[in-house]
DNA sequence: CAGTGGTCTAGACCACCTC
DNA sequence: AGGTGGTCTAGACCACTGT
């Protein structure tokens, strides 16, 4: 799917990697081998490396090589932007989707939204509410405000399934970056009445802001899971860079 | 203070973005003009670039150029592994530090710790509790364990100090990267002892296994903070890779 | 068209580790 | 000494953006 090689080599190397083929606490092959086997230069190699190293799989040592530090028992790592469909993959947990709400706003009319995604006060927004629902019981509550602009087609339908799907698919958008911050809030009355009995009464909060690929901030997001239930796992580098 | 040219040209370009020589929304020069200016192959420039990319400091824009996207008004983001002290320094908080608790034990009495740091049951490990103490009232507590044989000389002026500066100006020792997993439980009857009376009893609770240089896990933290006053904030993209 | 960033190469020199 | 990763170069070709 991806064109250039490093990429390639990175899909190849990280899959072997989950599939076993290198085991944790074992070396990769040595970038001159990777070199060698993929008939590339030996930056590309590095590259593909890099990737490793950024997202888990690798730490590189001087002089010794590539260590694979990839546990099968570890967590799925949420911190990549990924969205609600995708991490219901990864769990396999099948959770039935609810639209409470799909209107249209001027921003001025949310001025959180506004300030956060940079507005004019007549912008046109998309909200939306969803229920994440198992077991007749619901787990999360999102709630999302799109940049009419941009995706003026999106209706309930589409908010059923992926809106990510609907926007890097269908409307051919690229998501870039997000800013986020994880907080415990009080529930709302409305969102009692959506959770239904709990304890505690109050929600873990993941507020995000997302831009597109030309620094656009395009989606503003506010997910509300059960206290009881939630887990934000991440792994991060003290430095990064090279 | 770090040799290669790439980190010293990060240095320079974040330093300027963070002054406002390079303002949000604002082009950086493009990378032929960074070529000249810092007299170093395009490479290394773009080396020094994804880095600012990869802290959120610009998105690069193809065709076009690199836009700074740092604003101000954004908070510190806390996901690339800092210790407490960095944390109190960022905000200008001055917490007090107590310690709780400074002992050795057995790895085997601590199963949590020896299955997540990988030890054999008589491996000697560090336990030390703190206390953060702001206006005398207590916003987190922070259990740690350490391999003691990394750190045989750790003691309570040490541990009221920030033990990552012991760790890494003393011992020489490089830490590399950590797992991180957040979650809201109830309070213990120990932890409402220490916190005090306080609403709700809950606490955000940090996770976090450290591994040194060479992938060797280090450290097991558990960071308790007061749920209502508790924000993690993140900056991350969908796509890694140069 | 010229300017921008994205990819890739072949080779060089270095620092570190192991034997 | 030989293997490993870390840094850096000079140049090439490409895709995309703007005019």
């Given at each position: 799917?991806?064109?250039?090689?490093?990429?390639?080599?990175?899909?190849?190397?990280?899959?072997?990697?989950?599939?076993?083929?290198?085991?944790?606490?074992?070396?990769?092959?040595?970038?001159?081998?990777?070199?060698?086997?993929?008939?590339?230069?030996?930056?590309?190699?590095?590259?593909?490396?890099?990737?490793?190293?950024?997202?888990?799989?690798?730490?590189?040592?001087?002089?010794?090589?590539?260590?694979?530090?990839?546990?099968?028992?570890?967590?799925?790592?949420?911190?990549?932007?990924?969205?609600?469909?995708?991490?219901?993959?990864?769990?396999?947990?099948?959770?039935?989707?609810?639209?409470?709400?799909?209107?249209?706003?001027?921003?001025?009319?949310?001025?959180?939204?506004?300030?956060?995604?940079?507005?004019?006060?007549?912008?046109?927004?998309?909200k939306l509410v969803r229920?994440?629902?198992?077991?007749?019981?619901?787990?999360?509550?999102?709630?999302?405000?799109?940049?009419?602009?941009?995706?003026?087609?999106?209706?309930?339908?589409?908010?059923?399934?992926?809106?990510?799907?609907?926007?890097?698919?269908?409307?051919?958008?690229?998501i870039a970056y997000a800013?986020?911050?994880?907080?415990?809030e009080p529930m709302t009355?409305?969102?009692?009445?959506?959770?239904?009995?709990?304890?505690?009464?109050?929600?873990?909060?993941?507020?995000?802001?997302?831009?597109?690929?030309?620094?656009?901030?395009?989606?503003?997001?506010?997910?509300?899971?059960?206290?009881?239930?939630?887990?934000?796992?991440?792994?991060?580098?003290?430095?990064?860079?090279?």
């Amino acid at each position: 799917m991806n064109i250039n090689k490093y990429n390639q080599i990175y899909q190849v190397l990280s899959g072997e990697i989950i599939e076993g083929v290198y085991q944790n606490q074992e070396n990769l092959p040595s970038e001159h081998a990777l070199v060698e086997r993929f008939s590339v230069s030996r930056e590309t190699v590095r590259k593909a490396l890099n990737m490793l190293r950024e997202n888990g799989f690798i730490q590189k040592v001087k002089g010794k090589g590539s260590v694979v530090i990839y546990d099968h028992t570890m967590d799925f790592t949420v911190s990549h932007l990924t969205s609600f469909k995708e991490i219901q993959e990864m769990k396999s947990i099948r959770y039935e989707t609810n639209v409470v709400e799909l209107a249209v706003y001027d921003a001025e009319d949310v001025p959180k939204v506004q300030k956060a995604l940079g507005l004019y006060p007549k912008d046109k927004i998309w909200k939306l509410v969803r229920q994440r629902i198992h077991d007749s019981k619901t787990h999360i509550i999102d709630t999302d405000f799109f940049l009419h602009e941009l995706m003026p087609g999106l209706n309930e339908e589409v908010a059923k399934q992926s809106t990510y799907q609907y926007i890097e698919e269908r409307l051919g958008l690229s998501i870039a970056y997000a800013y986020k911050e994880i907080t415990f809030e009080p529930m709302t009355a409305a969102e009692l009445d959506l959770f239904g009995p709990v304890t505690p009464q109050y929600a873990a909060t993941v507020k995000s802001v997302v831009y597109l690929n030309e620094a656009k901030p395009f989606q503003y997001n506010v997910s509300k899971h059960l206290a009881s239930e939630f887990k934000f796992t991440d792994f991060s580098r003290r430095f990064t860079g090279e």
